[in-house]
């Protein structure tokens, strides 16, 4: 796994605030989209009654056997609690959402509020956590018409502050603070956990937020895996020909060329479709400095993205391009709407490969 | 579905060149009110002719340097804006043509156009202007009397306080007509209220930071209050330099300009404060009264050096702050092993 370096939250920045644009979805029911008419119960794996008759390595076992997916970061939830066991480690449940339009985790944490903590109570029974755990939200959300309770089920919700990029920011899994270890985890990777070890159900779904400036009725879904991404947008509807779909969010998102070929995977956070104008005009860099304001590792995107133009390899290494998190904040404030973040993007991959 | 693959980031912020000019264009705008409301018709038509020239040189120059003209590119039209407004009302037609066409021709396209030039194309035209006209720069008409709207002014024209400053005297003017402007000088620097106004419109908007014509008039009122020039004293010294010469107006217009200040905010402000010292140190042993165009042009030249040696600094307090978080936080699990889960523990 790649190791990055991450200067704690607000040393070189706050962050972008951003409209969230998460109600429309937010406050609709959580359907269910399969192609499987009934959730197949695993061959071989027990079902356990509850809590107390369920032993910390048979939770970890049913985590594998079910093939659960942590949303968060891709890694398999098995694999970070083994990593965990019997350490100290306290666990935060990650509910965050800050790319807007997204609101895959804290859809179904409000909808399975019983499943997700029943979750975050085996993930703590699997590693013998030190407390009950905690659950984050992001605070920045002042569109919302639903109100998010100050607890849910007796386990605290935590307010975490900060704009835009809080999320990729504390995109690591095991997080040390005042001395404590801290393990996150997704809340959709915890209703996984509760389904596998008390109903004995693989992972075969993933959660979802649809959205976008074209789509009819916004919503967050519970897909099936491998569904392509048409039958998404069909189900949601579209009130006019999108010009761009996007897999993930509306910030760091995959733009996809080809809507029946792209599927849905365990770390698909969203589905959104937006129908802009295309950009005609191109006028140059005037220096205005944006860029090098919000970049939250403290880059400075406009000279990275000159250098890299330019081909001055030595220039873009001492520039620290490496410690880019593709936050895309850079081409999000860019006036003149480069293509910054994509360039870095881009470079990173060419040397990786090249390496 | 068939689509055309797009980068990311699919949502884009409000903000965009164009605005940010459009910005500028609102708040001088307002600065060209104030000058028809001292000198009539002919301030506006100055400015008409200075930005009609100003776009077509602009549009000239990028068709001769083979690239397509952008008819939203608004940078010209501020260009053309800022000239007149730092001439005297009486000025003959010819000179904000020519400073416009010194501008946009040379201290801009000749170095590849918006985003490249190395100085102020605004600013260079007004020290070309000064140099070639000095004394037609510096005879202003006084605010209320009637103007030709074409052809040469016959009103009388007489020196501003900023002369008087300039030769060691003390301007004597009461606080009613200091604060409304009425003030014989550049056509539109001399109602520092207003072009306040502007600076706190263009610091809400972002598109300027505030701190920057702040420290930079800042630096400049303490220079004039420990160093008077002339006769006057303390606090009236700090008056006289900020509402009768136009540091007001370069501070909030020009110097802020994205174009050719450093890029880093440590940058920014060391670059604001150098420039308040320079703007002191050559008002007072200059040869012009205005010696601001020329303060600016020198700061100009050494925005690569603030810009090289901010990222230095920068560079090394970001690697530090890598450093620390490094051992904090972390995504290893192990290695991508694949054998079952532990057995029983205990």
Known sequence: MKRLKLPPMGVFHRGIPMEQHKEPALSQPLDLLTNTPEPQRMEGQPVYPDLEHVEPFEIIRAAKAAGIIDERDGLPLFKKLKACVAKGVFIRVDAVDDEPYLSSQLGPLLRFREECVSGLRLACKAITAADSGIIEVYRNMADLEIKIPRSIEGIRVRRIGGFYPTEIRSGYSLVEEEGKRYLYLGSCALIHLHRAVFQGLAQTTAFLTVGGNCVAHPCNLEVSLGLPVTDVLDRCGLTETPTRVVVGGSMTGQSVSDTDKALVTVTTRGVLAFRDKEQTDRSPCIRCGRCVQVCPMGLNPMMLYRSIQQGLERETEALDYKHCIECMCCSFECPARLEIAEAIKEYRRGRRSAT | ?346
Not at chain 2, 155 to 182: F, I, M
């Open chain 2, 1 to 346: 579905m068939k689509l055309s693959s797009r980068t990311a980031p699919h949502i884009r912020g409000g903000r965009s060149n164009r605005t940010v000019m459009l910005d500028m264009i609102v708040t001088l705008a307002a600065v060209y009110f104030m000058a028809w409301y001292y000198y009539g018709r002919r301030a506006l038509i100055l400015g008409a002719v200075s930005v009609a020239v100003c776009l077509a040189a602009d549009h000239a120059c990028t068709l001769l340097r083979g690239r397509k003209p952008q008819l939203l590119d608004l940078s010209a039209v501020v260009t053309g804006m800022l000239i007149p407004l730092m001439m005297p009302a009486s000025i003959p037609y010819r000179v904000p043509v020519v400073a416009g066409l010194f501008a946009i021709c040379i201290v801009k396209q000749a170095f590849g156009g918006l985003g490249n030039n190395i100085f102020n194309p605004a600013a260079a035209g007004v020290a070309f202007a000064i140099v070639c006209w000095g004394g037609t720069m510096f005879a202003y008409p006084t605010p209320f009397t009637p103007l030709e709207t074409v052809g040469n002014v016959s009103a009388l024209l007489t020196s501003g306080p900023a002369y008087t400053l300039y030769v060691g005297g003390v301007p004597r003017l009461d606080a009613g007509t200091l604060l409304q402007g009425v003030i014989a000088g550049p056509m539109g620097t001399t109602n520092v209220l207003v072009i306040a106004a502007c600076g706190l419109y263009l610091a809400a908007r972002r598109t300027i930071h505030f701190l920057q014509p702040l420290l930079m008039l800042g630096t400049v009122a303490l220079c004039s209050l420990l160093f008077p020039r002339g006769m006057s004293e303390g606090l009236t010294s700090v008056v006289n330099e900020l509402f009768f010469t136009p540091v007001v107006f370069f501070g909030v217009f020009l110097f802020t300009d994205p174009v050719t200040t450093p890029i880093r905010g440590v940058a920014k402000g060391l670059y604001a404060v150098f420039s308040g010292i320079l703007c002191a140190l050559l008002t007072r042993f200059g040869g012009y009264e205005m010696m601001f165009p020329f303060a600016l042009l020198l700061m100009n030249a050494f925005v690569p050096l603030f810009d090289l040696a901010a990222e230095a600094y920068c560079t090394r307090e970001r690697r530090r702050a890598y450093e620390k978080a490094g051992e904090h936080a972390s995504n290893d699990f192990g290695p991508d092993d694949d054998e079952a889960a532990p057995e029983a523990q205990g």
